[in-house]
Every structure is written in C-alpha cells, then in structure tokens.
C-alpha cells in the first residue's frame, strides 16, 4: 500500500470527519473532536484518543454516507478496502501524523484551509452523492482531490456530498 495515498487518506478522514461533525457543518451528529469528548475519551483510551476519536466520526460520517450511496459495490472516505482501512488504522497509531493535522481541526475556517491545500485544480460543483471514479480510481491521488475538491465544495455552500468510488454505474 503506497504510504503517501495512507497518509493522505488519514488527513482527509480527520479534517472531513472533523468538519461534518455537529458543532461545525452539521452532516452528522457526533461531537468525537469536542473539547468535552476529550475530557470523556482521554480517562478510557489515554494511549488511543486519537484512533477512538477518529473511529468514531467514521462510523458516524459512513452511516450517513451508506445512507445516501448505499452498501455493496461501492467504497467512499469513510467505508474503504480493507487493506486501506488497516493501512490508515497502523498510520494514525503514529503520533506525528495526528500532531501534524491535530492544529488543523481546532476551528472550521483553519481545517477548511487544510482542506484547500489538498484540493486538486478544479473544484466539482455538484451536490450530493457525487461518483468519481471506479475502484481502481481509489488508488489514484488525483481521485483523493477531486474528492477533496468535493467536500471543499459541500462545506462552503453548506450542501452535503458524498462522493465515492463504484464500478457500477
């Protein structure tokens, strides 16, 4: 598994996951990145705050995602290939990855300017489930932009996407 698309993909599930939250854009009723989450999961997973928080806004932000896509054939930030969900789960056990984006997810204008660095040339403008490649495409890091791209979208016109990947049209 290339590192770089891993790492790129745990960024991406931090700020996104972060930024769908309810206290910021709303996409989906969790609050794991809360000030208050924190004196609440630091007592029970003081060595892996960082992995139950993100855990969590996954599985928050994929039920929201199956919700409108659906389950089968198809795979988006937040429900991927096993071996990419291993691969992001090993790299956010690493302390310099979460530090390095961790200052990122203090405030919505600060992770949407996180966001915009990872963002590709042009920006989709479409709204709600949004595909953007078949399942090869998952391994492209121009596809990660154009996802990127989308969610940058979504937030800023305060319009939920949900892009993904799928052989089936």
Not at 53 to 63: I, K, P, R
Not at 111 to 133: F, H, N, T
Request: with cysteine; proline share 4%; hydrophobic share 40%.
């Amino acid at each position: 598994m290339d590192a770089e698309l891993v790492e790129r993909l745990a960024k991406l599930r931090l700020i996104i996951g972060y930024l769908g939250e309810r206290e910021q854009f709303g996409w989906w009723q969790s609050s794991f990145f809360t000030q208050g989450s924190n004196a609440f999961l630091s007592p029970l997973f003081s060595r892996t705050q960082t992995l139950a928080q993100c855990n969590g806004v996954t599985h928050a932000a994929a039920l929201v995602h199956d919700e409108r896509i659906g389950i089968g054939h198809v795979y988006h930030l937040f429900r991927l290939p096993e071996e990419i969900e291993q691969g992001i789960h090993r790299s956010l056990q690493e302390p310099a990855l979460y530090q390095s984006v961790q200052k990122n997810i203090t405030k919505s204008e600060t992770a949407l300017d996180s966001l915009r660095k990872l963002v590709g040339s042009q920006l989709p403008i479409e709204i709600g489930p949004i595909r953007v490649g078949n399942i090869v495409a998952l391994r492209d890091l121009n596809s990660w932009q154009k996802v990127a791209g989308a969610y940058l979208y979504g937030f800023e016109n305060k319009t939920v996407v949900c892009p993904y990947f799928s052989d089936v049209l």
